[in-house]
């Protein structure tokens, strides 16, 4: 496949790598901060400019304030997209409109790593069991690299969404800092920035008695990369707006 990358920062560079090693080539860049294109290809400082013709699907790991508009580009070019970009979850039955009215496909996930999704499995099941016992309590907490945008990260939103679906007796993500009791209906998701840390989500079930601890390590940000390009090779050929759960729900049969 002719695979674009848009966002040439450190996620960018390991998804190019992949691609290479997997047989793709990768005929165009774009990134506002790159000097000079990548071997062999195009670089383009703004999406406009950018030829989306050159390529069969892009991969788009930019910003938040960016991807919504990167994605009505995709959309009205009906060039294929993965969309690992976080932050603008609350407008997805937008994007889902636009991209079912063009014709177009678009896949987006909070997190690619195929771990990730394991613990997402894994969080959904504690919680379905946690409501059987009313003594526990669950929360969340995450920490990653001082660079990140958005807080809490995508996958602990996901995350949380898991366990409110689940867990009867929670049905609110509360991500601020309080200065009061939380109540009984809130999750707790809280976040710290810092260091270089690639990412780390646990999810916890507490009572008086005992705790139990879910946790996502990643070592490094390889993982998140190979499941974007998994995620471009799924997406080929298909129409429609879907989610990674889509493409790993595949892979389990």
Known sequence: MKIGIVGYGRMGRLIREIC??????????VD??????????????????????????????????????NIEKYAENKTPAVIGTTGWEDKRDAVQTLIDQSGSSLLYGSNFSVGANIFFAMTARLAELINHFPQYDMLMHEFHHRHKKDSPSGTALTAAEHILQN????????????QRSIEPQELHVTA????????LHMVLADSSEDTLELRHTARNRRGFALGAVLAAEWLHGKQGFFSFDEYFAEALR
Do not use: M
């Not at 788009?60 to 508009?69: I, K, N, R, Y």
């Not at 867990?167 to 309080?178: F, G, M, V």
């Not at 710290?192 to 990412?199: A, S, V």
């Open 20 to 29: 290479l090693e997997r047989g793709h080539t990768v005929p165009l860049v």
């Open 32 to 69: 506002p901060n790159l000097q000079q294109a990548p071997h062999r290809s195009a670089l383009a400082d703004d999406l406009a400019r950018a030829n989306l013709n050159s390529v069969e699907c892009v991969i788009d790991f930019s910003l938040p304030e960016a991807v919504l508009g």
């Open 167 to 178: 867990l009867e007796r929670k049905n609110e993500i509360q991500r601020e800092t309080l």
């Open 192 to 199: 710290t920035r810092g260091g270089d840390i690639p990412g």
